[in-house]
Nanobody, 121 residues
């Protein structure tokens, strides 16, 4: 069974940092693009960052460029999202996703349950 499990969310003050982790089932991780999306209450799910299966391609939403860094460790089946200079508008549920083909649209095959990130002003 394919599983994705996020961790690392929490409450942080504006300007602070958090690192999210997402561990995936081995059978999907090495051959799949991985992405982070976020969804605030009452709003649509938005793309945050993506990294290709070998780490050779990376993309970010304009709203997080220069503040967030996505990375992956294929030996640990884990993708990370390092978030710095956090703002209240970054508050959302962050979910990781895996797909062999999708990139920056929420058409991924597998999703985690999400982890809450709350940034206080």
């Amino acid at each position: 069974q394919v599983q994705l499990e996020e961790s690392g969310g929490g409450l942080v003050q504006a300007g602070g940092s958090l690192r999210l982790s997402c561990i995936a089932s081995q059978q999907i991780f090495s051959a799949h693009n991985m992405a982070w999306f976020r969804q605030a209450p009452g709003k649509e799910r938005l793309f945050v960052a993506a990294i290709s299966w070998n780490g050779g391609q990376i993309a970010y939403a304009d709203s997080v460029k220069g503040r967030f860094t996505v990375s992956r460790d294929n030996a640990k089946n884990t993708v990370y999202l390092q978030m710095t200079s956090l703002r209240p508008e970054d508050t959302a549920v962050y979910s990781c996703a895996a797909s062999p083909t999708s990139w920056n649209k929420p058409r991924y095959d597998y999703w985690g349950q999400g982890t809450q990130v709350t940034v206080s002003s």
